[in-house]
């Protein structure tokens, strides 16, 4: 274990040549993740919070805003055969995370313009991702995570 120059405890791992930190989110990483989150959330008229998520990931719930993401998914997905052959249910639920990875897929027009900034912003704080699952090796910053509402509260559509 190290200290790093904020005299956080830093858990890693050692390596033959390097030193490599683990994947870690702390409060000082939230606020840089904050800053540049706000002025997309105003942007898009988007109502959202971030919390860190067991000190290894951050994550933002949008709790309300103009763009329907929810419909938006169900129509995008609907009409992709791949989606409806590999067994696609429209959600009706209220809520739903977005994979990071495939969001591009998943969704169109402003709520696919939204996702990609908020990504962009969730990797303001010194994000790099040199993973490689091919091998099982993970070396990534911090994880993110995008939650359209929460199981207990969902989404809303506002005009």
């Known amino acids: 274990m190290t200290i790093n120059g904020l005299g956080c405890i830093i858990r890693s791992i050692e390596t033959d040549q390097t030193e490599k930190q683990m994947a870690y ?10 800053q540049a989150l706000a002025p997309v959330l105003k942007k ?7 919390s ?10 949008l709790k309300s805003g103009p763009i329907d ?6 129509r995008v997905c609907g009409n992709s055969h791949y989606q409806v052959s590999n067994g696609f249910r429209p959600n009706t639920s209220g809520y739903c995370d977005v994979n990071p990875y495939w969001f591009q897929d998943h969704y169109d027009g402003d709520a696919k313009a939204f996702l990609a900034e908020a990504i962009d912003a969730l990797k303001a704080a010194d994000y790099y991702d040199r993973s490689d699952a091919q091998i099982d090796y993970f070396d990534t910053a911090y994880y993110f995570d995008i939650n359209i ?5 969902p989404y809303v559509v506002t005009e």
Not at 25 to 34: E, L, S, T
Not at 149 to 153: C, L
């Open 52 to 61: 860190v998520r067991n000190h290894l990931a951050i994550c933002l719930t």
């Open 149 to 153: 509402g929460k199981w207990n509260k």
């Open 25 to 34: 989110m702390n409060q000082v990483r939230k606020a840089k993740i904050a």
């Open 69 to 74: 993401f929810i419909a938006n998914s169900n």
């Open 44 to 50: 898009y008229g988007i109502k959202g919070s971030l």
